[in-house]
């Protein structure tokens, strides 16, 4: 069974910046499949932040236009655990943010956004950011 946990949330203000963790179990992520971190703001439907496909040595992050050059994703082999660094954040940045993954297919810059692709998501960390 695989289980994402988020942690790292808070509240900052514009500029600031945060590290978001995703501690996975029952999955490596240096296997054949794709993570990614999706957000939601009120009233707003859940959209794709960032993604990550690490097939052995190789890796490979994709980003959304939005969040290009303030935000990086990266992989821990040792501990399991995928992360989101976000900098340079802004008030549009406050969502819910929540990591997922997926085995048995590889991703890519047009693949790696389709939500319903992913099989395991975490419950989600809240992130705000007051200007």
């Known amino acids: 069974q695989v289980h994402l946990v988020e942690s790292g949330g808070g509240s900052v203000q514009a500029g600031g910046s945060l590290r978001l963790s995703c501690a996975i179990s029952?999955?490596?992520?240096?296997?054949?499949?794709?993570m990614g971190w999706f957000r939601q703001a009120p009233g707003k439907e859940r959209e794709g932040v960032a993604g990550l496909y690490m097939p052995g040595a190789a890796t490979y992050r994709y980003y959304a236009d939005s969040v290009k050059g303030r935000f990086a994703i990266s992989g821990d082999n040792a501990n399991n655990t995928l992360y989101l660094r976000l900098n340079s954040l802004q008030p549009e940045d406050t969502a819910v943010y929540y990591c997922?993954?997926?085995?048995?297919?590889?991703?890519?810059?047009?693949?790696?956004?389709?939500?319903?692709?992913?099989?395991?998501w975490g419950q989600g960390t809240q992130v705000t950011v007051s200007s």
């Open positions: 029952g999955y490596t992520i240096d296997r054949y499949g794709c």
């Open positions: 997922a993954a997926y085995l048995g297919r590889y991703c890519d810059a047009g693949t790696w956004q389709v939500q319903a692709s992913y099989n395991w």
